[in-house]
């Protein structure tokens, strides 16, 4: 008997690579082009740019951050504002509210006397003068005390030329008080031969000399129990006598002083 012949099947390489079974070249491409791997995939690249065109990347702009230093000069100004309205309106309420309570009234200043103990001009042309002014200081304020502080200073003039000066004494007016000071004033005045001249022509046309006395005295005010800073009383006085010489009878003609208030 015959033996079969032997039939060969084919077999497959288990660890061969698999053959892809979709042709490599797109169904739309010609055989010819088929050929050149590397113009197939750059017409593979022209229609997926086609397809998907490429989007331009737009440069963003940051905008620049506020300056810290301007920031800051901002914030300080606003402070600053801030505390100086809340000063002025809490030093408004102050007053307003002492106003009410102790109605306080300007302090009143008289001249009532003047006398001459020296006025003679010396040999090298000097004027030496000393005046003893009695002046008669009021409060009206019922609920008001002043301390008169020591640093006074009163200065006796003619025109421009100051004649003598001194200064008041230290002492508390208390409410609805009167007090009378007696106070010195000496001075010496060089080249004065012009300042006599103008005293004798003064009196011979008008019969009076006048003066001014200029007073800065530094004070505290007490409300009640309540004592303040130091402040400063301006006193200007504006008095007219009828001569000016040494161990005679002056008369005061007429007598104004004004006050007013330095913080």
């Given at each position: 008997?015959?033996?079969?012949?032997?039939?060969?099947?084919?077999?497959?390489?288990?660890?061969?690579?698999?053959?892809?079974?979709?042709?490599?070249?797109?169904?739309?491409?010609?055989?010819?082009?088929?050929?050149?791997?590397?113009?197939?995939?750059?017409?593979?690249?022209?229609?997926?740019?086609?397809?998907?065109?490429?989007?331009?990347?737009?440069?963003?702009?940051?905008?620049?951050?506020?300056?810290?230093?301007?920031?800051?000069?901002?914030?300080?100004?606003?402070?600053?504002?801030s505390?100086?309205?809340?000063?002025?309106?809490?030093?408004?309420?102050?007053?307003?509210?002492?106003?009410?309570?102790?109605?306080?009234?300007?302090?009143?200043?008289?001249?009532d006397?003047?006398?001459?103990?020296?006025?003679?001009?010396?040999?090298?042309?000097?004027?030496?003068?000393?005046?003893?002014?009695?002046?008669t200081?009021?409060?009206?304020?019922?609920?008001?005390?002043?301390?008169?502080r020591?640093?006074?200073?009163?200065?006796?003039?003619?025109?421009?030329?100051?004649?003598?000066?001194?200064?008041?004494?230290?002492?508390?007016?208390?409410?609805?008080?009167?007090?009378?000071?007696?106070?010195?004033?000496?001075?010496?005045?060089?080249?004065?031969?012009?300042?006599?001249?103008?005293?004798?022509?003064?009196?011979?046309?008008?019969?009076?000399?006048?003066?001014?006395?200029?007073?800065?005295?530094?004070?505290?005010?007490?409300?009640?129990?309540?004592?303040?800073?130091?402040?400063?009383?301006?006193?200007?006085c504006?008095?007219?006598?009828?001569?000016?010489?040494?161990?005679?009878?002056?008369?005061?003609?007429?007598?104004?002083?004004?006050?007013?208030?330095?913080?």
């Amino acid at each position: 008997m015959a033996a079969d012949p032997q039939k060969i099947h084919p077999v497959y390489d288990v660890e061969a690579p698999n053959h892809p079974s979709a042709p490599l070249v797109p169904r739309s491409m010609s055989k010819s082009d088929a050929g050149d791997p590397e113009r197939v995939v750059l017409q593979q690249q022209q229609q997926q740019q086609q397809q998907h065109p490429p989007q331009h990347t737009i440069p963003v702009m940051h905008s620049r951050p506020t300056k810290k230093r301007r920031s800051c000069c901002c914030r300080f100004f606003c402070w600053l504002i801030s505390i100086l309205v809340i000063l002025i309106v809490a030093i408004g309420i102050t007053v307003g509210i002492l106003y009410l309570v102790f109605r306080p009234k300007v302090p009143k200043y008289s001249v009532d006397e003047l006398i001459v103990t020296q006025f003679d001009i010396s040999d090298n042309n000097s004027l030496s003068a000393t005046f003893n002014l009695t002046i008669t200081a009021r409060n009206p304020n019922k609920k008001i005390g002043i301390y008169y502080r020591g640093g006074s200073h009163i200065s006796a003039w003619y025109d421009d030329t100051k004649l003598c000066e001194g200064s008041l004494p230290k002492f508390y007016q208390g409410h609805r008080n009167t007090t009378v000071l007696s106070i010195p004033l000496t001075g010496q005045t060089q080249d004065a031969t012009g300042l006599q001249t103008s005293l004798q022509q003064q009196l011979q046309d008008t019969g009076n000399v006048p003066l001014n006395l200029k007073v800065n005295q530094p004070v505290r005010i007490k409300f009640g129990k309540l004592t303040l800073f130091t402040i400063k009383f301006r006193v200007r006085c504006n008095i007219v006598v009828d001569n000016l010489s040494a161990n005679s009878s002056i008369r005061i003609q007429s007598s104004s002083c004004k006050f007013r208030l330095r913080l």
